[in-house]
């Protein structure tokens, strides 16, 4: 095998796809840096820590304070993903092949991307808002149960 082969090409199109779909669980990464990426592999345990507080709600109902904890970073862990989707694809295509492509002609990329950046805008949109509402609500209720509870005069 020669020392020359030229790196594999990285598509824009199938990296903001991956982001949107699995990036909550770094497969975007490893498909754009490699399974060495340490980063990568730390999106594992938050999502599954998310994942986890998703199934105590399921099971225990929303008065598990610990499930309050950990719904939100699958939350945020889910928005992150959507928002690398939409950089990925919105990237001018000779930025992204000088950067992931580089000694090899750009690549223009079409509807796919673009799909991609709607898809994630939405689904971003909807799960950040929702992931900001159901931890603001959380904290009010805390502080109403710890509120002192006056006697009516």
């Keep these: 095998m020669s020392s020359s082969s030229a790196p594999p090409y990285r598509s824009k199109t199938l990296a903001a796809w991956l982001a949107l779909l699995f990036g909550s669980l770094g497969l975007h990464r490893i498909y754009l840096r490699g399974a060495g990426d340490k980063l990568a592999w ?12 998703a199934e105590r709600m399921s099971a225990l109902g929303q008065d598990d304070r610990l499930a309050w904890v950990l719904v939100p970073l699958l939350g945020l862990m889910l928005s992150q993903a959507a928002l690398f989707a939409i950089v990925f694809a919105l990237t001018p295509d000779e930025r992204w ?17 673009v799909l991609a950046a709607i898809a ?4 971003g949109g909807v799960v950040l808002i929702g992931t900001i509402a159901f931890s603001i609500q959380k904290v009010f209720e805390t502080q109403l149960e710890s509120a002192p509870i006056e006697p009516r005069r």
């Design 97 to 113: 092949d000088e950067r992931h492509n580089p000694g090899q002609p750009v690549h223009a990329t079409r509807w796919g991307a």
């Design 42 to 53: 730390a999106h594992v345990p938050v999502t599954t820590l998310g994942l986890v507080g």
């Design 120 to 123: 994630a805008l939405t689904v």
